[in-house]
């Protein structure tokens, strides 16, 4: 096979990839969004078999000459920034890495994983709803005896939780988030206690009737004021909401579940998932098909939801541009409600159980909860069966809060049912990253009078030009530096977290 | 391989191909109830690449080594009543009649063939939406040259239309459908006529305004009516109603379309698309990832749906005993409605413009129309472009109606965007299928009383014994000869309707 070839067999077997991958996450989605109850066991079956598939096609004699000879090739050659070529030796990084990590895993073990989770997601679902914590432990139970052991195969001499950490966030390790939260966690804890001597804010009425049509016409609205393309990401309802792309980043899907008593809930995770949604649709189109399509790592992935989520969603000017249609849709609730209300309520600072509605002060340290009992619990300090009491203890020790049944505390998240464990730290970091490039971005951009007039045009495109288009091209640190041309500094989070909240508070 | 590794062989390339069809199937059903409007080409390509993996697999020398030793095998034996051997016979038989047909089709123009019926489905929604007929002719013109080329590489040596036939209901040929509908036509024309020479029933309560969510709830009542199981069969909307399994009898889906004004078009999709989902899902359990898994032609799977929808769901047991139900859903329209009325109501029989909603006595015009038109078309007598006009004609001439667009007329059904050539005659051979499995089932089951009851359980036992348990282990003769045990004789049809009409019209 001359260059040029086998190029273009490189094309050909990740189009034939994201096919497998295209129709894997749709069995997911169709599972958690529309399936009938009792279908999880064929799902799991048809997903099996596929997830063996490219397991094969990933692993073939053939699939690793192409790929060791194109790596060889572009080892023998010296590197260039011609953009096709920085192009293809990601490619060639990215897939050989995934593959013969993949390897490392004996393929009945990586199918039989495969199964397991999916019929993990279903069990959790029936045990959030019944708030039964016993059902879903012999499956959390397994999928973390899993990752352990997936772990040792793939980096025996690595610490299980730091590899598990950086393949979520490259380059990130225990160290680097030990001492990220423990920045975080010094000046959090004191400006938490202020805002706890101040008078409290008054909410009360984002709690009422909410009628479904009118909070799914909210979410459209939303969808369309930070300008996701509705005819490539669609919206559905689903127990926890999340974002999948299926195929290629030009059919993303975001999710959300409507609470009929309180609107503030589906309208943030909305927002949330749409920010997903938006860094994944706004690769560079030649991407497709491709391991460069879709978001590099989960940290910078949370940057952009939590960016959308808080940084805009919860500034002033959206708020207060959000206001009349709000009013129009809630209008019993809402109609006498005042911009400065709304802002304030939408920002009430207080400990609570669940995090996806938690502020964004506290909302760090339920991450750090999470990061703490992984740590935990891959490093057998602690078992699966006292998972529970340790996490309600946690609760009780950061937040000050009473865990009153699992379905608020231990079974609120999916992720673990997904055996996304070594994810969450994601949540914390982005939430820094973003209140970096809200900064590098402000040096250009009006972002206060765009959000308030309700124009989200500028602020997408500075995220589209460093961030968005990128895809999968550059690693985490290298777009952090690309962007910011400055080191990641989490200080710059809680200068943006203490003067909102001291402003709000007036402390 | 020994005998034992060859069955074990032949039951896993079973389960691999399931895997394939369930993705697949499940990205065209979600395209037509789900995806956003823009991601039919994303979803052509994920198709596209799936379908070449399968024809791959279906087409391999491993394959096809496999299943010409386990023929050969099975034709050196004298054939046994053992019924694991008539399965496996049955399984071998299904498998290289696909693939030998597979493999006279060249891979590129078969995935090329898929990936334009994707896209066809898409631009015949809009086209149907816009009644605009031109945007969807070039589909349709690829779409029968193809149909046309392909049965020529399949069986050179018969008429394409007699292939096409065959391959909905084996056995069936223009010859039969000839004879089939000269005898409908005979006896159906002068009663449609004499029914026209009576007063015309009343029917306008069932014009009116109904709310989706309530005729959601009808539609979930009228499922477990019919005794669907709704943990493994689920409810969506779309543009046009069907039914498919994703992966297995395990997981069936049914379609529906609400329209706010005529609350019985989505009732009665409900109770013909429930037939269909009955059917399938009464496979034997073992069948599942297997190609007898199912229904097993068109045929018979119409002769399911129709006998729910109309022998069943249009008996005046029936509609008596569901009345109470719809007066509580519509108070408004439907509270001083009587049985008597009802029942009329819903039988009233006048040439109308949709196939779907038209009453049993005009229903095989509509039927035959299509079946005339394919025949022209496939012959090269009838040009694409001249297929609006010449559907208006014959609508006129045998139902005698002028249809005022094309979404009204040519574009109403999904079936020629789907590639379905040859389908439509299944409609009106399972109607007089099931006006003989009716008589039949009288002869040990009191079907007028368990309707009246709202008991269907002895009616789906008997439909379960003799019809649904088999999937597709036996051909459409064998199922009606087995059932019956007498030969199939249209003239029970005609029986049933004239008795039926006469009755309800006083003539």
Redesign the interface.
Known sequence: MNHEESIQELYKLQ??L???E??VS??YY?GV???????A???A??????TE?MYRISTSSETMELLEALDQEYRDREVTDDPEETKIRRMIYLMLKDIRDMQKIPMEEFVAYQELLVKSEDVWHTAKETSDFALFAPYLEEIFRTVRKFAGYCAPDKNVYDYWLNEYEPGISMAVCDEFFRTLKSRLVPLIREIQERPQVDDSFLHGYFPVEQQDQLSRYLMDLIRL??????L?TTEHPFTTS???H??ERITTNYKTDYFAASMYSVIHEGGHALYDTGSDEAF??TVLDGGVSMGIHESQSRFYENIIGRSRGFTSHILPKIRELFPESMSNVTEEQFYKAINLAQPSLIRTEADEVTYCLHVMIRYELEKLLLAGDLSVKDLPSEWNRKYKEYLGIEVPDDRHGVLQDSHWSGGLIGYFPSYALGNAYGAQFLKKMKETVDVDRCVQNGDLAPVNEWNRTHIWQYGSLYTPAQILERALKEPFDPAIYMDYLEKKYREIYGI
Request: net charge negative.
């Open positions: 189009g034939r994201s096919a497998y295209h129709a749709l069995m169709d969004t529309t399936a009938p109850k009792g279908t066991s064929n799902r079956h048809s997903t099996g078999i596929l598939e393309d509705r005819d490539h990401c669609g559905s299926l195929g290629s030009l059919d497709a098909y």
